[in-house]
């Protein structure tokens, strides 16, 4: 038996050449040869030995084997066939978006049925420390779940109403049709004529039975393709599949940045100028561009554009140069260096923005402390993974944004390292009321916690009394510097020592409507100066700008926390006071110039350009205090998340650096009341009032000092002067006589009294 490659296997297994066994075998003749022996007797026989197979022959196992191993070796060659990877990794990709998007659909459908959305949202409104928008969803939850309720109810009350429905309607069908089967039967005569248009009814209910059975069919199967199609939809969207499965992406993960690549890119941005202008240069454009360097997370060039291109042509192409460069747009930053016509570039490594820096000093190194004088506050990361540090010392501060991303926080931080500077002192006003700021309870003397018009009357007061004591310590820098004090030694004093006011949230103060009321001697009741509102009346925007004008100088300053920033919310003269300005994401480039100024926003400053959601915490700093680049108005800086826990521990730690300090809330300095002639400017020209009248009065003209006072109470003070209220017609009244009798008599026994003491 001879294989495909002409080889033959011998009896015993041998395999040989066709040729050799040819040249092997003996010639075959057809006489018989005489001369060969006879056989040897039976009995010197050799033992019978197995047959074997005739020469060519090959043994049943040994062929058997043979087909096994082509048929493995054929399964092994489908099985690993690019075709067949092809057909496995299509089946399983579409395989997966179905059995995944049922997953999405059915997860979907439950999340619409049940308030397992709101639990979620509600949970990450507390892991943001947003405590408002936890109870609104709350809220939402508890009146969905009464709503559901309500929809059930009506259900089951419902389901009789609609078969009793049914059941009338029905009746009242067959009875028009009997009607009408009536009326043929008169007209034509015929008694089987008013049962006629019933019977025509069931025939069509019949014919339409056996139109459904016939499409039911078709119809099913319609029904499960686009079920499936939905599925396979929601899948796709949702990429269900296996990782391994999914098509590979035509995109690069991160390009690297090269010279051809700035080049290119700068082309293709669609300026005219700038194209025709790299065409002709002969180094094909290299010649504008600086070294690439790497710094951070990505690399940085400066590109020195031709003639007849301005920056701000560039700057306002970021989203299409970025995309050019194989980026995102947050990916790249730009700004104006000193050098003239020329842009900086900073490109960041694909996703190395996405990654979450560090965690602050303040966090993992406990023995941290704090100097406004010399130190600087750590404050988070720029984009080249630098560490912020921020210098505090005699610096107003704003920081604005968006709700909900990061502002808080940010402000907190900074006022966390300073609380480890015993010699600070904290007043603090938060406008929100959710407890962001209670962890400063036992370190700032005043501590005003609520969204009302109270706290902003009372913050007002705060701020107010910051003034008072700045005119304060003007006065004493002034005795001081006429003894020879120098400005050092001035600042050095402990009565000098730095005061911080805090507003967060001050939109509040900036947007209240909270009036000033007070009683003229005529009785009249008069509006004063409101405490809120962004116009020059209001109290508490005067008490800003009188510690931006000149608090710097005797060691008072002001933070102040907003979001949204608009001409009414944060005033002008407000905003620019301030020597630190840092913004975190924002709606529209009008807001970024109000946040962190026109200049720095020209030379490429663009909170507006961050992502809503993604960059929290991330800030856009301008002006003082923070180190910049040469000739560089801002930067940009990812600052340290510390959380509620963290910050309550560094928090202890500065109440053990400090001695006791006792937190209070600001209120309207307490005045001498004088009860007579309170009650004297109530009667005005009557002889007598009634004590409700009188009551009513007084509340009017000063509701501080008489706001709970009642009938018993004005008896009572009045008693001892002898104009308390007696019966006058069946009314308790008080006498004006009686008034003026108990006033004179009061001023007498004073000059008594001054005569007797003078001599």
Not at 80 to 106: C, I, K, M, S
Not at 144 to 150: A, M, Y
Not at 522 to 546: E, I, L, N, T
């Amino acid at each position: 038996m001879t294989d495909p490659t002409g080889r033959e296997e011998t009896g015993v297994g041998e395999v040989v050449s066709l040729d050799q066994h040819r040249a092997r075998r003996t010639p075959v003749s057809l006489v018989k040869n005489t001369t060969t022996s006879d056989p040897a007797p039976a009995a010197a026989a050799v033992p019978e030995q197995p047959q074997r197979p005739a020469a060519g022959i090959a043994p049943p196992s040994i062929d058997h084997a043979r087909r096994v191993r082509r048929v493995v070796r054929r399964v092994r060659t489908i099985a690993t066939h690019d075709r067949t990877r092809t057909a496995l990794r299509l089946t399983a990709r579409h395989g997966g978006y179905v059995v995944g998007g049922a997953g999405v659909v059915a997860r979907r459908g439950w999340e619409g049925r049940t308030v397992a959305v709101h639990h979620r949202m509600r949970a990450l409104a507390l892991a943001a420390g947003d405590h408002a928008a936890a109870a609104e969803w709350q809220d939402r939850a508890d009146r969905f779940r009464r709503e559901r309720h309500d929809r059930r109810i009506d259900l089951i009350h419902k389901v009789p109403t609609m078969a009793k429905s049914a059941a009338i309607g029905t009746a009242a069908a067959e009875g028009i049709l009997l009607l009408v089967g009536a009326c043929m039967a008169i007209h034509d005569q015929q008694l089987h004529d008013v049962v006629a248009p019933t019977l025509a009814a069931i025939d069509a209910v019949r014919a339409l039975s056996w139109f459904v059975g016939v499409a039911w069919g078709p119809a099913l199967g319609l029904m499960v393709v686009a079920g499936l199609s939905h599925l396979w939809r929601a899948g796709h969207k949702h990429e269900t599949a296996p990782a391994w499965a999914r098509p590979a992406s035509a995109t690069a993960d991160d390009v690297p940045i090269t010279p051809s690549i700035v080049v290119k890119a700068l082309s293709d941005l669609g300026i005219p100028t700038l194209r025709k202008a790299i065409k002709d240069m002969g180094d094909a454009g290299a010649g504008m561009l600086g070294p690439i360097t790497l710094a951070g997370c990505g690399v940085e060039v400066d590109v020195n554009l031709p003639s007849g291109v301005s920056t701000e042509e560039i700057l306002g192409k970021r989203r299409k140069l970025a995309e050019n460069v194989n980026r995102h747009e947050h990916e790249l930053h730009m700004t104006i260096p000193p050098a003239p016509r020329t842009v900086r570039m900073w490109v960041a490594d694909s996703g190395a923005l996405d990654v979450p820096i560090g965690l602050s000093p303040l966090v993992t190194d406990p023995d941290t402390t704090a100097d406004m004088r010399t130190g600087r506050a750590p404050w988070g990361q720029d984009l080249r993974g630098d560490a912020v540090l921020v210098s505090l010392w005699q610096r107003h501060m704003l920081i604005t944004g968006l709700s909900n991303q990061g502002k808080t926080a940010s402000l907190r931080a900074l006022a966390l390292w300073l609380a480890l500077d015993a010699r600070v002192e904290f007043r603090l006003a938060d406008l929100k009321g959710v407890g962001d700021w209670q962890m400063f309870d036992g370190i700032a003397t005043t501590l005003i916690q609520g969204p009302t018009d109270e706290h902003v009357m009372e913050a007002t007061h705060m701020v107010e009394g910051g003034v008072e004591e700045m005119a304060r310590r003007i006065d004493l820098m002034r005795e001081l510097t006429a003894k020879g004090w120098s400005q050092d030694k001035i600042l050095a004093d402990p009565r000098f020592d730095p005061l911080v006011l805090i507003v967060d949230e001050a939109q509040v103060a900036y947007g209240s409507g909270a009036v000033e009321t007070y009683v003229t001697d005529s009785g009249a009741v008069r509006k004063g100066a409101p405490y809120g509102g962004s116009k020059a009346d209001s109290r508490y925007f005067q008490g800003v700008k009188k510690v931006h004008d000149q608090g710097r100088a005797v060691n008072v300053t002001i933070w102040e926390g907003t979001q949204d920033p608009t001409n009414e919310n944060l005033p002008k003269r407000s905003r620019e006071g301030n020597h630190i300005r840092a913004s975190l994401v924002l709606g529209t480039e009008s807001q970024a110039r109000m946040a962190v100024g026109d200049s720095a926003v020209d030379a490429g400053a663009a909170p507006h350009k961050l992502r809503q959601g993604l960059d929290k915490g991330t800030l856009v700093v301008a002006g003082d205090g923070i180190k910049l680049a040469p000739g560089q108005p801002s930067v940009t800086v990812r600052t340290h998340f510390i959380d509620g826990d963290a910050a309550k521990e560094i928090a202890e730690r500065a109440k053990a650096c400090r001695a006791g300090v006792e937190t209070g809330s600001p209120q309207e300095p307490e005045q001498e009341v004088d009860h007579l002639a309170d009650v004297l400017t109530v009667l005005g020209e009557a002889d007598r009032l009634r004590s409700p009248d009188m009551l009513h009065g007084l509340k009017n003209l000063n509701s501080s000092a008489y706001g709970e006072w009642t009938f018993e109470v004005l008896t009572q003070a009045l008693k001892p002067f002898g104009a308390e209220p007696r019966k006058y017609n069946g009314n308790p009244s008080i006498s004006r006589a009686r008034v003026l009798a108990a006033i004179e008599r009061r001023a007498e026994e004073a000059e008594d009294a001054t005569e007797l003491n003078a001599g």
